[in-house]
């Protein structure tokens, strides 16, 4: 969320740019080392049922361990990736490495979906379906183990890119969810051709749902149209009991957040797992979430 400051904003800004160039310019080239050396990794937020509190999925995120800097945020890297033309390779890393993981998992009891993140560079690559593909057969991945998830802004950006990513990856088995849903301003005929299958409300009107009744009348809104739909409702940042506890009154169907867990290592997501399985693990949700 972009915050503004007034008065003299020009000449900081400038300035900030100044910085912000070197900066990235610096990045960029350690950016192409940090592919070759192994320096990215994912690490796994889950998503759970918002009845009973299981783990339903997880989603991949991006981390690069910079070796001075420590680990640095996607936001921070991924667009100096998509100005650089790296996008796709770190893209096609993400794709790989989900797979590989979901393999791993699976070898050790834990099946669950894996949701990876696609960028607009992704959607627009010929190879795209083929390359999932690829990864799906090398790591002996069900197509519908994997989710993938483009958000709202994206998928409006190009229609008819979109369109055809959609439909091959759709008829590749792949699921699909729209990403920061209510960003963007796609129109209902467009979201009703779209194969997908989740829908995710937008950070930003999570965190005003105990504070605002137009934002809770925007999620009941969107949490309906989506069913109607016949897609399932992921509400992202969820941070605190209140908003919890208003997202299942609404009828949510996946909840994701600091609340229950924060992004972790591969490692730390398989004991976070085993640890839930166990009737204890329940005690982050309150009575009134079970059914
Ligand atoms: P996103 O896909 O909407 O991911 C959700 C973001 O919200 C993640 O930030 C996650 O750590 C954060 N989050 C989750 N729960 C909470 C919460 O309760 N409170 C708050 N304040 N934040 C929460 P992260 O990991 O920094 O990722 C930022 C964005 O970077 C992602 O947004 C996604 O658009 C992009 N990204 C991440 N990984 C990839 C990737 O592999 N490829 C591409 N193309 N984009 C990626
Ligand atoms: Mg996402
Ligand atoms: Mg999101
Ligand atoms: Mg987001």
């Not at 993938?148 to 998928?155: D, P």
Request: charged letters at 25%.
């Amino acid at each position: 969320a972009a915050k503004r400051a007034g008065g003299n904003s020009c000449a900081l800004f400038e300035q900030h740019m100044d910085a912000r160039a070197l900066e990235q310019l610096s990045l960029h080239t350690e950016l192409r080392q940090a592919i070759a050396q192994g320096q990215l990794e994912l690490h796994y937020q889950p998503k759970l049922d918002s009845r009973r509190g299981q783990i339903r999925g997880v989603e991949a995120l991006l981390r690069w361990r910079h070796p001075q800097r420590g680990l640095i945020a996607p936001d921070v890297f991924i667009p100096i990736a998509e100005r650089f033309g790296l996008i796709s390779e770190i893209g096609n890393w993400v794709i790989d490495e989900a797979c590989r993981q979901m393999q791993l998992w699976q070898q050790a009891g834990l099946r669950m979906r894996v949701a990876i993140n696609l960028s607009v560079h992704q959607l627009r690559q010929s190879d795209l379906v083929e390359r999932i593909a690829t990864a799906l057969r090398r790591h002996e991945i069900e197509a519908a183990q994997l989710l993938c998830e483009i958000t709202e802004s994206v998928a409006m950006e190009d229609v008819k890119t979109t369109l055809r990513a959609f439909g091959g990856l759709g008829e590749l088995g792949v699921y699909l969810a729209i990403d920061d849903f209510g960003t963007g301003y796609s129109s209902l005929s467009y979201l009703r051709r779209l194969p997908a299958r989740q829908l995710k409300i937008d950070r930003s009107f999570i965190n005003d749902l105990d504070l605002s009744s137009d934002a809770r009348a925007v999620v009941d809104a969107v949490i309906k149209l989506a069913h109607a739909l016949g897609l399932s409702v992921v509400a992202e940042g969820v941070e605190t009991p209140a908003q919890r506890d208003i997202l299942v009154a609404l009828d949510c169907d996946e909840l994701q957040g600091y609340l229950f867990a924060r992004p972790m290592p591969a490692q730390a997501l398989l004991d976070w797992a085993a640890g839930r399985d166990r009737p204890e693990g329940a005690a982050d949700f309150s009575p009134s979430v079970f059914a």
